[in-house]
C-alpha cells in the first residue's frame, strides 16, 4: 500500500525517534523535533510510539491515499481535510481509497506529525528511519519529501489506537521559560551575564532549522574572548559564539564545536524547542539537575495518563 505525495509543503520528512549512539562517528540523532506530539500521533494511529512518521514544518503536505488508511496527526494546528471532512489536530481519521488529505499552514507552532496506521517503509541506516538532511541518508533518499514521491506503508500493527482523554492535551507545557540546566563551560560568563542571559527575552531568527535555533537579544559575553578547544556537544546546548547572540543545538547538531556553551535546554522542554518558530520570543529559566530528572519522569506520566480506559 502506498500515499502519493501531490504537494510535499515546505519541508516534510521522515523520522522516528532518532539515531543514537553515533555521535562519536560525527553523526546527529536526527529525529522527530517534538518527539511528545510525534508519539501521540503514533499511539493515535495504533503504532508502535517511536514509529516512522511524516514531520511536516509550517505548511503541510498533500498527499493521496491508494487504499482505506487510518491516519492521525497531533502537534502544532493546521487546517486539515480529508476531501470537504475537516477534522481537528489530536484526532484520527479513516482516509477512504483515492482520498486525498490535505494538511494547511502551522497556526501556533512549527511543526506537526502525520501518522500512518502501520508505520511508513524506508529502509532503516544505522538502526533509524529519520532523515537526515545534512548527511543526505535516512528517510527518502536522505532529503525532503518532493511531489510525485510514492510513500510504502507498513504491513500492519499489533496495536489497537488508543482514544486521548477530553482536554487531556492541554497539560502540556507550551509557555513559560524553558527550563536549562547549567552548561559545561558556564563559568566562562560571569554571574551579571549569567543573570542577564536568564532575565533576556530573546527571538528565533529566521536563520534557524533543525540543526539549531539561532536567537537574537543580549548579546551575552564571556569574561575573556579566548578559544575553546573542541569538545563533544550534548543535544539542546545553548552555545555562545562570538557575537554574543546564542544558538540551541538541536536535533540535526553538529556533534562536536568550539563555542562556550552556558546552558542546556532539558530533556522535558524539547518538544518547545520543536514547535518553536521564527520570530518567537523565548526565554530560560535554570533548574538543578534533580528537578530535569523529575521534570523527565512527570512528563512521561502525563504521556500515560492522557488516555481513556480502554
Known amino acids: 500500500m502506498t500515499i502519493r505525495v501531490l504537494k510535499p509543503g515546505l519541508s516534510t520528512t521522515v523520522q522516528d525517534g532518532g539515531r543514537y549512539g553515533y555521535a562519536h562517528l560525527g553523526i546527529s540523532p536526527c529525529g522527530a523535533a517534538d518527539t511528545v506530539s510525534f508519539r501521540i500521533a503514533n499511539l493515535l494511529a495504533g503504532n508502535d510510539e517511536y514509529a516512522p512518521a511524516l514531520e ?73 528511519a529519520s532523515t537526515d538532511l545534512r548527511g543526505g541518508f535516512g528517510g527518502i533518499d536522505g532529503r525532503r519529501l518532493r511531489a510525485g514521491d510514492v510513500i510504502l506503508l507498513g504491513k500492519g500493527t499489533r496495536s489497537s489506537p488508543k482514544h486521548l482523554r477530553t482536554g487531556a492535551i492541554d497539560g502540556l507545557p507550551r509557555s513559560g521559560p524553558i527550563r536549562v540546566t547549567r552548561g559545561a563551560q558556564k563559568d566562562w560568563f560571569s554571574n551579571e551575564e549569567n543573570e542577564k542571559f536568564l532575565a533576556t527575552s530573546f527571538t528565533v531568527s529566521e536563520q534557524s532549522d533543525r540543526a539549531g535555533l539561532r536567537l537574537k537579544g543580549g548579546p551575552i559575553q564571556p569574561l575573556e574572548k579566548k578559544q575553546l578547544l573542541t569538545d563533544g556537544i550534548p543535544l539542546g546546548a545553548v552555545q555562545v559564539p562570538q557575537d554574543g547572540q546564542p544558538i540551541i543545538l538541536f536535533v540535526d547538531q553538529q556533534t562536536t564545536g568550539g563555542y562556550p556553551k552556558i546552558a542546556n535546554v532539558i530533556a522535558a522542554a524539547m518538544h518547545r524547542v520543536g514547535q518553536l518558530r521564527p520570530r518567537d520570543e523565548v526565554r530560560f529559566a535554570e533548574v538543578s539537575m534533580a528537578e530535569a530528572f523529575e521534570a523527565r519522569r512527570a512528563q512521561e506520566r502525563w504521556l500515560k495518563d492522557i488516555w481513556q480506559n480502554s
Open 56 to 128: 511536516m514544518t509550517l505548511l503541510g503536505a498533500t498527499l493521496e491515499f491508494e487504499r482505506n488508511t487510518m491516519v492521525a496527526i497531533s502537534g502544532a494546528t493546521c487546517d486539515c481535510k480529508v476531501g470537504q471532512y475537516r477534522f481537528p489536530i489530536n484526532t484520527r481519521v479513516e482516509a477512504p481509497a483515492g482520498a486525498v488529505l490535505q494538511c494547511g499552514s502551522m497556526a501556533d507552532g512549527a511543526r506537526a506529525y502525520l501518522a500512518v496506521r502501520g508505520g511508513i517503509e524506508v529502509p532503516l541506516v544505522m538502526g533509524s
